[in-house]
């Protein structure tokens, strides 16, 4: 795990400009890679790296790395996981390695199949790819989304910028602060967080989950995408669990072997609920006792899922940690919470999840993690809300309202509130969205618009059960496991931390599509087929049935020990958040949240990371420059 960035140009100018840019840039990184830098340019096309040493650790592996033929350069965060197979492939076409690292494998494999090469990858990973002779520049991102990688087009014609951090292309070097893109900001709003490919500013762009970016010498731009989910996967034609289930066992095995791989210590975070168990019970299974796994609970804690996984930890006997820690020790992250958010982010379940970073990072340098369980095995009652009374969606909207109430009233049986909406997307994004409709309709309508090209919820297909089961479980992947690698990325790599995701490997999301996700939301029951596969390792009775996340009592400290903080920040008279906004708006929101008339900690968290990304990253930025 690394950080990359460069600049690359059709013409040769400015070249002190640019490695200068560059340089500033890697600074900003150094939290994801604190073991070495490296720095690469031929006057058109600047390279800057910050390495976190996972495989091979001698100087084989630093970056930037030149091909053994001099045609292309690389710099590479992440890991690629079936590079022993790809390694392997290549040796027999006469190439001669100089490293153990997946780097060179990347690197080669692009060299000698060109772009085509990325369809091959299974891992996670932001890349640059240059070809010297062409000057052809190209940017691909893993086919999840699991690493960032941010774009800017300009300031300078011919000119993008790229990096793992979207602070680092706000510098003065790389252009400054461009302006606000208003619409974009009307879904962080309501999401939380900034959806691909948008960010705050205009120029400024998140390469999309499985896509590439290629910049040519001519000044020419094109964007592909190299995977994407099925829209309408095939299930297995013979429905019969346990054959789904021995594929499913068989694919995860694999995956949690080549992500087990490493030359540094690697850990699990272990939970209460069934994701990350799972895949503690494979690494179990694989390496023995000596795997460690770790836990924090913090006393009183509603949400505290400790006991349960100290209890996963005794049944498969493995060396567990367990942090408990004061609801103090976690205010006090706040500030740093601040630092880490590289980019505006409003899921606060990031301060838990920074501190089990920070405890594991004492002991290991990689932890695995069950992220990605919810998204494609129907984790999240969202898609069981829909499925429930989805087929109401064939009727006219005045019908559906009238079934909703006639439900409500006992007149009718009842129904799920979701058949309310215009359509099954448009019920995902509003039970996605932390701002309610009222309180956006008080806001400049600059500020409250969404992009007209934003299309994550638009639902396209007939209304029955495979099309709304297919639809939630695509909107899961691409929208709320999005924030959910972003929080987890931003987090993990705070404490140079690498955090793999054994159950979003690519054969694993195969193996998930087999199973017939009408199927699922019919059975009303979450993640049947991770279920059975764990209680293979602890026994049904030891899996809980409910789910509790992982969050913190955010309401109540807004009315407690926060609340003098987020007047002063949110309200003060320097404040930027709320004259954009609209002050009056804002304030009558807090007023409302601190009375107890309405719980508001949602919206208030995302206007106050809004806040502390204007104040603690420009600044920064400004920093890192004269640094």
């Known amino acids: 795990m690394c950080g990359i960035c460069g600049i690359y140009r059709t013409e040769p100018r400015e070249e002190a400009g640019s490695r200068q840019a560059v340089r500033a840039m890697t600074r900003l990184m150094v939290r994801r890679g604190p073991d070495d830098e490296g720095y690469w340019d031929d006057g058109r096309c600047f390279f800057g790296f910050r390495r976190l040493a996972i495989l091979d650790l001698t100087v084989a592996g630093r970056q930037p790395m030149m091909s053994g033929d001099g045609r292309s350069v690389i710099v590479f965060n992440g890991e690629l996981y079936n590079f022993r197979e790809l390694r392997r492939e290549l040796e027999k076409t006469g190439i001669r390695f100089r490293s153990r690292s997946d780097t060179e494998v990347a690197l080669e494999a692009l060299n000698r199949w060109g772009e085509r090469a990325i369809e091959r990858f299974n891992g996670m990973f932001g890349l640059a790819w240059y070809q010297v002779q062409e000057r052809r520049l190209v940017l691909a991102r893993d086919h999840a989304g699991i690493k960032p990688l941010f774009y800017r087009v300009g300031p300078a014609a011919g000119q993008i910028s790229f990096a793992s951090q979207l602070n680092c292309l706000i510098l003065p070097e790389a252009g400054g ?206 898609p069981f809300s829909l499925g429930r009374n989805g087929l109401d969606f064939r009727y006219p909207h005045w019908l559906r309202r009238g079934l909703y109430l006639g439900g409500r009233l006992g007149l009718l049986p009842k129904r799920s509130g979701a058949i309310v909406h215009d359509s099954p997307g448009q019920y995902y994004f509003a039970v996605n969205s932390r701002f309610g409709e009222g309180f956006l309709r008080q806001l400049p309508p600059s500020v409250a618009r969404l992009p007209w090209d934003f299309r994550l919820y638009e639902f396209r297909a007939g209304v029955d059960y ?162």
């Open 466 to 627: 495979k099309s709304l089961a297919n639809f939630s479980r695509r909107v899961e992947f691409y929208g709320q496991l999005q924030m959910v690698l972003r929080k987890v990325d931003m987090a993990s790599m705070h404490y140079s931390l690498e955090v793999r995701v054994p159950l979003l490997d690519r054969e694993v999301i195969d193996a998930s599509l087999a199973y017939d996700g009408a199927a699922e939301l019919k059975s009303g029951r979450r993640k049947r087929a991770l279920r059975r596969l764990l209680a293979r390792h602890v026994g049904e009775d030891a899996i809980p049935e409910a789910k509790r996340g992982f969050g913190v009592p955010l309401g109540q400290w807004f009315r407690g020990a926060l609340r003098e903080r987020v007047e002063e920040e949110l309200l003060g008279t320097g404040g930027w958040v709320a004259p954009l906004l609209g002050r009056r708006v804002v304030e009558a929101m807090w007023r409302e949240h601190v009375n107890g008339q309405r719980d508001h900690k949602w919206a208030l968290y995302s206007l106050l990371a809004l806040e502390w990304w204007k104040r603690v990253h420009e600044r920064n930025s400004a920093a890192a420059a004269s640094g």
């Open 177 to 382: 602060v461009p302006p606000l893109r208003e619409d974009a900001l009307g879904l962080y709003l309501r999401l939380n967080y900034f959806p691909w490919p948008y960010t705050l500013y205009k120029d400024i762009h998140q390469l999309p989950p499985g896509h590439l970016l290629v910049a040519e010498a001519d000044g020419s731009l094109r964007c592909r995408a190299w995977w994407r989910l099925p829209e309408e996967p095939m299930p297995a034609a013979e429905q019969d669990e346990r054959v789904l289930d021995e594929g499913l066992a068989a694919a995860i095995d694999r995956a949690v072997r080549r992500q087990r791989i490493a030359d540094v210590p690697v850990g699990i975070f272990l939970s209460g609920g069934v994701d990350s168990p799972l895949v503690a019970a494979v690494a179990r299974q694989q390496c023995g006792r000596e795997l460690k796994t770790f836990t924090i609970g913090v006393d009183g804690w509603k949400q505290d899922e400790s006991s349960d996984a100290r209890r996963y930890a005794e049944v498969l006997e493995v060396t567990h940690r367990l942090l408990r820690i004061s609801e103090g020790e976690v205010l006090a992250l706040v500030d740093e919470a601040a630092q880490a958010q590289t980019e505006p982010f409003a899921d606060y379940s990031m301060l838990p999840t920074m501190l089990v970073s920070r405890f594991a990072r004492a002991e290991v340098v990689v932890a695995l993690s069950g992220d990605g369980g919810d998204e494609l095995f129907f984790g999240y009652e969202r």
